[in-house]
């Protein structure tokens, strides 16, 4: 069977959920079989890779913005449950995006020291995107180190959640906000407002990765190719998407918004991964069977998909 890389798996740390009473109340709301899942980085963990022919499994830490020293703290204990795996696990580097230069020192220190492949970030920091130039830096390390950045949702910033309420309970609203719908268009709408900042001019040669079949990108991509071309970039939206731009299926389980991904992407920018524990192996491993049997991505092509983009974007090697 051919092996599996997943890159949007996550784990969380007790040394951060238990650091403020917030944090710890928003990890209170999951199961807790579920918080079980992502305090394991070890046997389990690796069984639950078993079950779902996952060979190589990059993790990143769960929600929050947490300042350097407990970044720091987070990705140690990273890396040392990485170093007893080291065939299996893999690490994307938990960064402390409020102190940006801090953020490009860790990114910098986990890449060469603790050997992590890049580094996952939230989709603003308390409503605030990353066009904003201050951020920058954490770019540009990228680019020096040839790693990627994941762009993955998080939840609104509580001036945001006014525009989700309406005729109906809190708790429509709060999932409208999240998981129901502005997860996504806003982690869209950040690839977009990063593009129109020039970030992609400055860097062209930054590595941006997205999950949830493109966050809503692929369907609009073509009506926003044609509007961005007023916005008067050195390098345009097209070529930016074509070769900047890496898009996992995590978390979606469905072959209507990959056949649209894959008739607006470069096959090989598009990876497959799971989004466990929020989404099981066993879950993503019967969906690859779906696409194997369905015929929309064969032969090379699928390998590109199931492993080999993702060890030529990280530089891993799925045994």
């Not at 007790?14 to 403020?20: A, E, F, L």
């Not at 102190?99 to 970030?121: H, I, K, S, T, Y």
């Not at 409503?127 to 993955?152: M, N, S, T």
């Not at 369907?219 to 074509?242: M, N």
């Amino acid at each position: 069977m051919i092996p599996l890389i997943t890159l949007e798996e996550h784990y969380s740390s007790r040394k951060i959920t238990q650091s403020t009473p917030e944090t710890s109340a928003l990890y209170a709301t999951f199961p807790p079989h579920l918080n079980a899942k992502l305090e394991n980085l070890d046997d389990e963990r690796v069984n639950d890779l078993d079950k779902g022919n996952v060979a190589v499994q990059v993790i990143s830490h769960g929600p929050g913005d947490f300042p350097p020293p407990l970044c720091i703290t987070a990705n140690d204990d990273l890396a040392t449950a990485v170093s007893k795996h080291p065939t299996r696990l893999a690490g994307f580097a938990m960064l402390p995006m409020a102190e940006p230069v801090a953020a490009a020192e860790e990114l910098e220190r986990c890449v060469r020291q603790l050997g992590f492949v890049g580094a996952l970030v939230e989709n603003h920091l308390n409503g605030q995107f990353y066009d904003d130039e201050r951020f920058w830096c954490v770019f540009a390390k990228a680019e020096e180190l040839d790693v990627p950045i994941y762009i993955h949702p998080t939840f609104a910033a509580e001036d945001m959640m006014e525009h989700y309420k309406g005729n109906y309970p809190d708790s429509v609203a709060m999932a409208l906000s999240a998981f129901g719908w502005s997860w996504h268009t806003e982690t869209g709408l950040h690839i977009l407002r990063l593009f129109a900042s020039g970030v992609f001019d400055r860097f062209p040669k930054l590595k941006i990765i997205i999950g949830h079949m493109g966050e809503m990108l692929p369907f609009q991509i073509d009506r926003i190719y044609a509007v961005s071309e007023r916005w008067g970039k050195k390098r345009g939206l097209r070529e930016v998407w074509r070769e900047n731009i890496w898009i996992t299926t995590s978390g979606m389980f469905s072959l209507a918004p990959l056949a649209c991904l894959l008739q607006t992407t470069s096959v090989e920018h598009v990876l497959y991964s799971v989004d466990y524990p929020f989404s099981t192996n066993e879950r993503g491993l019967q969906f690859f069977r779906e696409i194997e049997e369905s015929g929309l991505i064969q032969g090379r092509e699928l390998e590109l998909f199931a492993y080999k983009n993702a060890e030529n974007l990280l530089g891993l090697k799925a045994e």
